[in-house]
């Protein structure tokens, strides 16, 4: 069955930090994939998404993300973390059956902040 | 970007009831989605939307739900009666196509007390 695992329910990071954080996916064939992001109160936000093609996708705000096929990984990177970045992060992935496409998500990945 | 709307924001009710939410999706979308999040668990698709029919429902997706979009207003989900295992926030999305590479755009949600 098709599926996308989170292993990070929270990570913590200092702002100026780097930030990583991690996506596996398990589908039959390369899905679409996308990372959101969800502040308090608010609905989800659309940080970038991966066709088939280049690995390295650009997304909003700094973010970027890496498609792997041997790794089946869309691990989600920020060179330099902004307090506005504490939020939950969801990747999340999707194929086209010939309807609509629903999307499978990971559990989250809460990033908080390292204070002194 | 694009808006999606949820109406009421919080809902409390009593099991056995029914309870319909409102989605006011991005004006010119055509396929709708709604998700259900337990508390501390992953959001997991329910239905979708297109043309006035259903296109795809999960397992989650019981007998007791049902979704319309009558005259183009709100996108609904209903669920009559509601039971204990409901409780839940509920996620509206749009999307201007279905295919699987389309943005869709989500609501704030709707959380959902069923006592």
């Known amino acids: 069955a098709q599926s996308v695992t989170q292993p990070d329910a929270r990570v913590t990071v200092s702002e100026g930090a780097s930030l990583q954080l991690r996506c596996k996916y398990s589908?039959?064939?390369?899905?679409?994939l996308f990372w959101y992001v969800q502040y308090p109160r608010q609905g989800l936000q659309l940080l970038l998404k991966?066709?088939?093609?280049?690995?390295v996708v650009q997304g909003v705000n700094g973010f970027e993300a890496e498609f792997s096929k041997s790794n089946s990984s869309f691990h989600l990177r920020k060179a330099s973390v902004h307090w506005s970045d504490w939020a939950v992060y969801f990747c999340a992935g999707s194929v086209w059956t010939g309807f609509a496409s629903a999307l499978t998500f990971g559990s989250g990945t809460k990033v908080i902040p390292c204070l002194p | 970007g694009p808006k999606v709307l949820q109406i009421p924001s919080h809902q409390i009710i009593d099991m056995g009831q029914m309870v319909t939410l409102n989605c006011d999706p991005v004006?010119?979308?055509?396929?709708f989605y709604w998700y259900k999040q337990i508390l501390g668990q992953q959001m997991e698709f329910l239905v979708n939307f297109y043309n006035g029919k259903v296109m795809e429902k999960s397992k989650l997706f019981k007998d007791q739900f049902s979704v319309e979009r009558p005259d183009g207003s709100y996108f609904t989900l209903k669920i009559q009666p509601t039971a204990l295992e409901d409780s839940a926030v509920y996620f509206c999305?749009?999307?201007?196509?279905?295919?699987?590479?389309?943005?869709?755009?989500f609501g704030p949600g709707t959380r959902l007390l069923v006592l």
């Open positions: 991966y066709y088939p093609g280049d690995p």
């Open positions: 004006s010119n979308h055509l396929y």
């Open positions: 999305a749009s999307s201007w196509t279905g295919g699987g590479q389309d943005t869709q755009y």
């Open positions: 589908y039959f064939g390369t899905p679409y």
